[in-house]
């Protein structure tokens, strides 16, 4: 039984960042024992708000109350005196520091004398587990996140504030985080959480508030409200939140990787023995919590990381070791589009027309010195286009660019190089739901023209619906390859994990996961 | 009228940074020229306050220093192309985001290069090969002297900026040692003027005018040095790589070699500076050839936002500041600290000017009924 008063009221809360209104007469009710869900497309101005209430940033116009009277938040010490806490996206710990002594920061001196207890005595009540003498560098993702949290409420917060805490998380570690969430609710705390995911605003919030480009739409009872209708005020229009899966003949595997090994930057074994092949026509999705080795299997694949040992067969031909020029000269492309598409495949402070070159520079007029613009500006309009990219010229640099026009010119230039095999990282990341559809639909396009497809992703959902199969990695190796129309959510989180590992229970001398029946590597040159 | 300015009690100003859309061309250089004059007014300020002397004589004389009479002209026409061409050479450096703060190592070596031709083949040799085989060594020592740190860079990713910086230490002695080789008459401890009376490798005067072929050289240099940034292939992957070297490594570009390559060029073009500063200036080598001008270019590169016309404007701005500073110093017995603190003043705003350029300041009132919430 919480209380349910008000803990903090906004009324027509505005920030301007120079011409862009960041937040326009926000009106937002926070109840102590209730969770709020706060929804939108990214760059909706979801984070800005909250930023306000921590302090960060000081509101244009409107007035903040707390508990009815109202208050000027100046700094993060004025909302750390009003019991507001905040776990950032981005965790905001001192790696080289134990749980304990990253709580004991910004505690005042006595107040951190017998913080263990403290800890022990929250960790007990709403059921964290953590270690207070564990270092921040030896945690992983989750158990940061839970330190953040446990850390705030060790400062004494009432009011938690949680942005997108979900979105580096397992199925089954969010399970774990809405668990808690429920037993801080139960006990009276007030909580907010920010987020895009549909599903998770429904499972475990009391309330919605939902902002579309920086407006304030209105404040739904959770139960009132489903998928669609959130969607709708999200997005401002009807959305179809189906993604085809358009069905494509069988043809022969295109690319096959067989006993992959690849080491990562520290030297540690990032890729161990995998097995996986990808045919024309088919849209294979991995999946794995952060740091299993999709990033070093990607840029492998793209040549920008040397192999340990193992072959990558294109057609006939093993391409593990040839250089970029050899494998295009054997007609075969490769796209990747990285994760990070600002920081590896876009130079962000050069123009869309020369963003468009950095592939083809070189061979246009093979023997001139100079950068053939005119080409470069041709293709970018073409691009522009056809893919309904929005910016005011070919000459505007491509940081300026919203996340979705940026991924549209990268894929663009991708596309136009006549891939056979496209590797794709978290592509629709940081992008809304109108740009995440429509690079669904140009990947679609792409499949039914044969190209095999790597699709490297985060929302189980998506890949469960647009993949063909899904293979799922653990620490590196291969936990199992499903069926993508057919597995369930449960299942591939438990591979995830490392819970469960199909290839132990399937694989037998004839049929092995991830080798190809009709694999085009002849048995005698394995 | 007073009890209407009188603030109101608990009524403030908040002060506010925000980031400006991009300025139109006429617009920013009106700011950048207002700045040049806001520079002006503060500097007739401080020497009105300082030294009770009327700013506009100061003013006059240090544009007499700069250009009165001919030879003055030219001197100071002279000192912004040896400054304009060390800038030439910096800027694909730095806009590879490659911290190549050795220009004046470079330029010393490519000096020593130049007086060695002179002295060793000085008279052998006829003017226009000896010209081409001067040109040629203090391009290569330059080239040398640049390409040692980023062949580190390249191969241990060692610190340019560091290492640069510690090259010119081992320039400036081995200039040193040179000076004591050639030392010239006995117990001078410098070189002199190199074949005073054949003139041999001595810049020869074109027209009647003794600086004219510098001129040529470096104008030619800064026309070519614009094309090669904005129009060619490889100033294109300068651009790239300086952006985000990942994107290089990605599209497949060797990033190693454009790195070396871009390091001989800015050597190359640095040691040309140096052929320029003995064989066309001085006449002579000493550790002082470069007078800290492989530094004073940085400023010009960054300025001109590494714009190869941008960069003559700013070169002569410098030299022009230098030369008049130095001429208000002996016409009004000040010392050489009032010019460098003008100095310093006028770069202080013209460069701060491009912080108004990207941001502007706007105030906002907080009424009384905020306050009182505080």
Known sequence: MGQTSSAIELRNVTKTFGSVVANKNICLDIRYGEVLALLGENGSGKTTLMNMLSGIYYPDGGQIYYRGEPVDIRSPKDAHALRIGMIHQHFKLVDLFTAAENIRLGMPGSAGKNVAAQIKEICDRYGFEIDPDQKVYNMNVSQKQTLEIVKVLCHGADVLILDEPTAVLTLQETQKLFRVIKAMKEDGKAIVIITHKLNEVLEVSDRVSILRRGEYIGTVETKDATELSLTEMMVGQKVDLNIDRPLVEKKKPLLEIRDLTIRDDEGNVAIDGVNFYIRGGEMLGVAGIAGCGQKELCEAIAGLRPIESGMMVHGDEDISRMSPKEISARGISMSFIPEDRLGMGLAPSLSITDNVLLKSYKESERHSPFVDRKRGREEANVIIDELGVITPSTETPVRRLSGGNVQKVLLGREIKTNPNVIVTAYPVRGLDINSSYLIYKILNEQKMSGVGILFIGEDLDVMMALCDKIMVLFHGKVMGIVNAATATKEQLGLMMTGSLDLTQIKDTESKKTGIAQDSNIKEETV | ?374
């Not at chain 2, 027209?207 to 104008?219: A, S």
């Not at chain 2, 202080?348 to 907080?366: A, D, H, M, Q, T």
Request: proline fraction near 3%.
């Open chain 2, 1 to 374: 009228m007073s009890t209407e300015k009188k603030k109101k009690s608990g009524e403030s100003w908040q002060m506010h940074i925000v980031k400006r859309e991009m300025l139109s061309r006429p617009r920013a250089w009106g700011i950048r020229l207002a700045a040049i004059a806001i520079a002006l007014v503060l500097c007739a300020l401080l020497i009105y306050s300082i030294t009770k002397l009327n700013p506009v004589k100061v003013y006059v004389s240090m544009f007499k220093g700069a250009f009165r009479g001919s030879l003055r002209t030219w001197n100071t026409i002279r000192d912004t192309m040896v400054l304009l061409c060390i800038s030439l050479g910096l800027a694909p450096a730095f806009k590879m985001k490659f911290w190549n703060i050795g220009a004046e190592g470079q330029v010393l070596v490519g000096g020593i290069a130049t007086a060695a031709c002179m002295i060793y083949l000085g008279n052998q040799l006829p003017l226009p090969l000896l010209l081409v085989v001067m040109f040629v060594a203090s391009c290569l020592a330059g080239a040398v002297w640049g390409l040692i740190p980023a062949l580190f860079k390249a191969k241990w990713n060692t610190n340019e900026t560091l290492f640069t910086l510690m090259m010119n230490y081992i320039a400036i002695q081995l200039t040193a040692y040179f000076v004591a080789l050639w030392e010239n008459p006995y117990g001078s401890n410098s070189v002199g003027l190199i074949n005073p009376d054949t003139h041999g490798g001595w810049f020869p005067p074109l027209f009647g005018m003794d600086y004219l072929l510098n001129v040529i050289l470096v104008l030619a240099l800064t026309v070519g040095m614009y094309f090669y940034l904005r129009n060619s292939k490889q100033g294109y992957e300068i651009a790239v790589v300086g952006d985000s070297e990942n994107t290089a490594r990605y599209v497949g570009m060797n990033v190693k070699r454009i790195i070396l390559r871009t390091m001989i060029i800015s050597g190359a073009i640095c040691g040309l500076a140096g052929c320029i500063a003995v064989a066309g200036t001085s006449h002579t080598i000493s550790t002082e050839i470069g007078g800290g001008r492989g530094f004073t270019a940085i400023i010009v590169a960054w300025m001109s936002k590494f714009n190869a016309f941008g960069m003559i404007a700013y070169s002569f701005l410098l030299v022009f500041l230098e030369k008049g500073a130095m001429q208000i110093a002996s016409d009004f017995g000040l010392n050489n600290e009032t010019s460098e603190i003008m100095k310093g003043i006028i770069l202080f705003v013209v460069l701060g000017s491009e912080f108004f350029l990207n941001y502007k300041i706007s105030f906002r009132k907080i009424s009384a009924k905020e306050e009182k919430n505080a």
